[in-house]
């Protein structure tokens, strides 16, 4: 009988040890909590609860310890008992100030998107400005009037208007192929800044679900599903410029929510020609749940915008005193854009662990843009001004399935996903203009279709702190182009496949310290104009690369982050601004460091900074005559934000970007510049009153500029030097929110 209750006794007890524990997660509002970290500190196990806030862990036992931590949230702990199995455990998390503590390094891919939620929240963003300066190491500059995209500058690269980085905002890509104004061309305006809800950001060509122009990188924006509060905000500052944005909850029931957003922006800019500038948005979100752990999501959202811009000028003009920095040699540049989005994406878990995804998007996208590089180099009598014009629809399609299988040695994730995109651009024109009133010539005019259908798998094998991470996407796209200048019928048309495999690996020896190594394949297309007239040739260049970094977590509020870097690409782009058109430039290399710390000396206190380091060069060409053009070698970004202090909030925030070639024999430098923004909040009840300060210290800084060859009206001869958009002045704005 004692032999029997011992074997009684260990058989129980071996089994107690491998029970499994179910949890479900709320606010306060009892509203579920999706991406809530579940640790137990016992053993190292770890998981996250699913979008109906519910969780699942294996192998528990009595008296094991689980923590639950949720940035914006205070970590709450539990020990397991007995009456624990069998049962759903519920618990409610408390609102806290959002904190470093709340970082959790786990064998995540992406671990630094954990840092950049703490960036966002303590530091919220103010304007459409800021939503891309959010990612470390990434530099924008506006230039030809406020509604046209930024020109991005991210490792090495002068990624123009989206070359190189893939955008996207709920999974829906922002990035236009085939543009009138230059491939890749992302216009992230018809944003609304306040309703950011997370930024999601990867470096380096690593990500399977992630395909066309990520090489550098991708940034992904989540919008919010619901609003804590309704909100009204009015903005008046300097230039004539006013802003106002309302966020309203229209629906809150127990199985759905809906909100509405919409902003008005309007200014006149420095400049002496007034910009005239004027951006509205609106946006809608529909969220739903669906008996069956089912969540239905249905977005739609509208922007237009029209403006008029003084231009990139040159410097021999301002040097002459023909005009000043904020004057124009063609003040009749300009344009007008609008966007139309409609998003529905559908989610269901299939079991605890199993989830099936689906997005479909259709946008409807128009553009007109004129622009006036070369002022009177190729028209003596009518200047150079170009007009590029276009009209678009998207159509989109993603489904994906993700699971976790447990083993006894390792768990097994994957996620497998497949898709289309298509692209109909109708009479993608270039013209040469005057005035931006009178059409002189067609240069081009044409129809393009462009369809890139994919799929998709990423695998991850956890061994507990080591985590093996391989995954392979393969691309198809096929490229048509009717010529619509041609006497006689034209259509062109050519077809790529591209498999562009990953493997990364991840090392958690503990919850403060991870190790990772990432290599893979990415590629950026070329625009199908370029495609059908090489036949084919250089459709789809690859991009290689591999990164080795570490992030340290060294006490709760104290986290670095390090990476050495390096990107071989294939063939690289350059926008050539007259013809409107995207040329291949060779090969290239680039290589660098990424080093990042953040640190919160008290509750209301964060300070962080950014530096990165980049050697960028072409592989095809001559030493001394191998830069390339535009390409930064060190950027900077930084600042110090409060928060709650007494009802105090705000920052102070700088940006850095030395001096660079502007052009392949580093002959001619673009100038570098550091420039510190300011934000001040007080809060008293419901209403909040702030003051916003660019450039504080009212530095003279060329926002962008370019080495480029132009001919004023009464030159003899044309000149190369740089030509460049200046940046913003000192600009003081006002603003008052109230919320309900």
Do not use: C
Not at 23 to 28: A, D, E, M, R, V
Not at 32 to 58: D, I, R, S, W, Y
Not at 63 to 77: P, V
Not at 566 to 576: G, K, P, R
């Amino acid at each position: 009988m004692k032999t029997f209750l011992i074997l009684f006794f260990a058989f129980t007890s071996a089994f107690a040890q491998t029970q499994k524990v179910e949890g479900l997660l709320l606010n306060s509002s009892n509203q579920p909590l999706a991406n809530v970290a579940v640790f137990n500190e016992n053993t190292g196990q770890h998981t996250q609860t699913n979008n109906f806030g519910k969780f699942e862990l294996e192998n528990i036992s009595v008296n094991d310890k689980l923590s639950f931590t949720h940035i914006g949230y205070g970590t709450a702990k539990i020990s397991i008992t007995p009456e624990d199995f069998g049962r759903e455990i519920r618990f409610i998390l408390e609102p806290s100030e959002t904190s470093l503590s709340q970082v959790l390094i786990t064998s995540e891919v992406n671990i630094l998107n954990q840092i950049a939620e703490i960036d966002l929240q303590t530091n919220p963003v103010k304007s459409s400005q800021e939503i891309l300066r959010r990612v470390p190491g990434l530099i924008i500059g506006q230039h030809a009037g406020g509604g046209k995209a930024e020109q991005i500058f991210l490792r090495g690269f002068d990624i123009d208007h989206g070359t190189d980085i893939t955008l996207n905002v709920d999974g829906m890509p922002v990035n236009m192929v085939s543009h009138a104004h230059g491939q890749g061309y992302a216009d992230l305006h018809f944003l609304i800044p306040e309703t950011i809800e997370k930024i999601e950001f990867g470096k380096g060509p690593y990500y399977s679900d992630q395909g066309n122009f990520n090489t550098a990188g991708y940034v992904g924006f989540k919008t919010k599903d619901r609003l804590e509060n309704s909100t009204v905000s009015v903005e008046y500052g300097q230039f004539d410029t006013f802003r106002t944005v309302g966020m309203f909850n229209v629906l809150e029931t127990e199985s759905s929510n809906a909100y509405v957003a919409s902003s008005l922006n309007l200014t006149n800019g420095p400049f002496e020609s007034p910009q005239n500038f004027n951006r509205f948005n609106l946006l809608g979100k529909y969220n739903f749940s669906i008996p069956g752990d089912q969540k239905m999501t249905l977005t739609a959202s509208h922007f237009q915008s029209k403006w008029d811009a003084s231009g990139q000028i040159p410097q021999r003009a301002i040097d002459a005193g023909m005009i000043s920095r904020f004057g124009a040699i063609d003040d009749t540049e300009g344009g007008n854009t609008s966007r139309t989005n409609l998003l529905a994406t559908h989610s269901k878990y299939l079991s605890a662990t199993k989830r099936l995804k689906t997005k479909a998007f259709y946008n409807h996208y128009d553009f007109e843009l004129y622009s006036n590089f070369t002022f009177f180099l190729e028209d003596p009598v009518n200047g150079d001004q170009i007009k590029q014009q276009e009209d678009r629809n998207i159509l989109g399609f993603e489904t994906a399935v993700s699971d976790l299988i447990e083993f006894n040695d390792f768990d097994f994730s994957y996620t497998s996903g497949i898709g289309f995109r298509y692209d109909d651009i109708n009479e993608v024109e270039l013209s040469h203009t005057r005035n931006r009133k009178e059409l002189l010539n067609r240069l081009a005019l044409g129809n393009i279709d462009e369809t890139n259908a994919y799929g998709f798998v990423n695998t991850e094998f956890n061994f507990g702190k080591f985590k093996v991470n391989p995954a392979l996407r393969l691309d198809y796209f096929k490229f048509d182009y009717e010529n619509l200048l041609s006497e006689t019928y034209n259509n062109q048309s050519e077809t790529k496949v591209f498999a562009s495999p990953k493997l990364n690996f991840i090392y958690n020896p503990t919850t403060q310290f991870q190790l990772f190594l990432k290599t893979g394949i990415g590629y950026h297309s070329n625009d199908t104009r370029v495609v059908v007239a090489n036949n084919g040739e250089d459709v789809l260049p690859a991009a290689y690369g591999a990164d080795l970094g570490a992030v340290y977590k060294a006490t709760d509020r104290l986290v670095f982050n390090a990476a050495l870097w390096t990107l071989f690409l294939d063939q690289e782009f350059v926008y050539v601004g007259d013809a409107g058109i995207v040329e291949p430039s060779g090969k290239t290399r680039r290589m660098g460091i990424d080093l990042g710390a953040r640190y919160q000396t008290t509750d209301w206190l964060y300070l962080f900074a950014d530096a990165n380091y980049t050697h960028a060069r072409s592989t095809e060409d001559p030493e001394g005559e191998n830069y390339i053009p535009l390409a930064p070698d060190f950027t900077s970004t930084g600042g110090i934000a409060i928060e709650n202090l007494k009802n105090f909030s705000g920052s102070i925030n700088y940006r850095y970007l030395n001096d660079r070639p502007a052009n392949e024999d580093n002959s001619i430098t673009a100038e570098g510049y550091v420039v510190t923004d300011l934000n001040l909040n007080y809060s008293y009840r419901n209403y909040t009153f702030g003051i916003i300060v660019e450039n504080i210290f009212d530095t003279d800084w060329n926002e962008t500029q370019f080495a480029t060859e132009t001919r004023l009206f009464d030159e003899p001869a044309p000149v190369e030097e740089i030509h460049f958009t200046p940046g913003t002045p000192f600009f003081l704005r006002g603003k008052i929110s109230i919320n309900w």
